[in-house]
């Protein structure tokens, strides 16, 4: 005999321990079906292992869509402080950081547990190792699951098994072969929040750099505008063997498209060509004595290389034409990456779920009475920073608590 529920969720994530918490909460017998063999990886691994769990500047400006007025429904009846509530409920200590970041005292299991607690607390059910084989609409609008671990029976459905980004803890494309099975549209998923690689050759003059970090600000596409694609951010670059990581790259790769470039300020404070020209009867130094005050000394040597300037020349006796062309590869460097790190090192996947084919207030299907899509599967991406899991209460919320309704 099938077991029979009220609401079965499909992913023990951020998300979905979420709904099910609520959904048991409002009175209704879940299950929460997840295919791992530990709990909440995710979770457990984010923020250096002491969990980025939201960011109290969290709104819909911070997010990615096709369809970008979507997520503020969600995020403005579940915010960061609602969020926040619940870590103080369960005396659970955190700290701000960096632009409104806040992070665990101690451990990311700390969050894990919380929501194990809260789904305990009401109730819920669990199967977990258990994977859904498949799933069948019944004649009664109910859904019919087969999974490994036996049949099971639910009015409503709750999707809530992620994207793509980082397969070795389990990520997996499930939400968007039941979006396929139920027709419902796609926007095509890509890594997001991941470090970009450069063609060998291009690379050559700057992987010995690996292991630079300095402030920049980065900017890509266009933001200007009803049609604006673009995004700016200021924060840490690091320099890798095959290309670019830190917070500003992870920030700027939710934006860049294939094939076009990003531009690096590597001095945001400073036009060093205005600085250089204007200085020109005064600065007796060489020009790499005076680029290496400014910028670390390997990354000096190697733009001055790829500029053609001698670090040996006197900057009074160089053209204005050159020291702009200097102040042009330090302020607004363009290069293109040929691609990214991929899902292997990608924080969260863009795209997903078309959000046109769910309501913003319940994230029901709209042609699928029933059928529910949350967090990460779903077309909302956040920046670096809290935003993501944020998005994962918010959505996980909205969608418990219209099925509690």
């Known amino acids: 005999m099938a077991k029979q529920f009220d609401v079965a969720v499909i992913g023990a994530g951020a998300a979905g321990m979420m709904c099910a918490a609520v959904a048991a909460q409002g009175g209704k017998r879940v299950v929460l079906i997840d295919h791992a063999a530990k709990l909440a990886e995710k979770i457990r691994i984010s923020g250096g292992g002491r969990c980025n769990f939201t960011n109290i500047n969290a709104g819909p400006q911070n997010f990615l869509s096709e369809n970008p007025h979507f997520c503020k429904s969600a995020l403005s009846r579940y915010t960061p402080q609602d969020f926040l509530a619940l870590v103080k409920k369960h005396r659970i200590g955190y700290h701000e950081k960096h632009k409104g970041q806040l992070f665990c005292d101690e451990s990311a299991e700390l969050i894990i547990q919380m929501l194990k607690d809260e789904c305990a607390a009401a109730e819920v059910h669990w199967r977990m190792p258990c994977k859904v084989e498949s799933i069948a609409r019944q004649d009664d609008g109910g859904f019919l699951l087969q999974t490994d671990g036996g049949t099971i029976e639910a009015a409503s459905v709750v999707v809530a098994a992620g994207g793509l980004s980082i397969p070795k803890i389990g990520a997996t494309d499930f939400a968007y072969r039941i979006a396929k099975q139920f027709d419902l549209r796609m926007v095509e998923p890509r890594p997001a929040l991941v470090p970009l690689t450069f063609d060998d050759a291009a690379w050559a003059p700057f992987a010995p750099l690996a292991g630079i970090a300095l402030e920049v600000e980065v900017a890509t596409g266009t933001m200007k505008g009803r049609n604006a694609t673009g995004g700016r951010f200021r ?37 060093v060509a205005q600085t250089l020209i204007e200085g020109k009867s005064s600065m007796k ?22 500029t053609g300037l001698a670090a040996d020349a006197r900057v009074a006796d160089l053209p204005d034409a050159l020291l702009r062309k200097l102040g042009l590869a330090i302020n607004a460097w363009a290069i293109v990456p040929s691609g990214s790190e991929g899902y292997r090192k990608a924080e969260v996947t863009r795209g997903g779920i078309d959000t046109r084919e769910l309501s913003q207030q319940t994230m029901m299907a709209s042609k699928v009475p029933g059928l529910y899509f949350i967090g990460e599967a779903v077309d909302v991406t956040g920046w670096l920073g809290g935003y993501n899991f944020q998005w994962a209460w918010a959505s996980g919320v909205a969608a418990g608590q219209a099925l509690a309704a």
Not at 285 to 306: D, F, H, M, Y
Request: glycine fraction near 6%; hydrophobic fraction near 50%.
């Open 235 to 271: 924060e840490d670059l690091l320099f890798t063997h095959r290309g670019l990581s830190g917070p500003a790259i992870l920030q700027i790769s939710s934006f860049w498209q294939a094939g076009t470039p990003i531009v690096i300020n590597l001095l945001p404070d400073m036009d």
């Open 285 to 306: 130094k060489q020009l790499g004595n005076i680029v290496t005050q400014w910028l670390p000394a390997r990354l000096a040597e190697s733009l001055l290389a790829a």
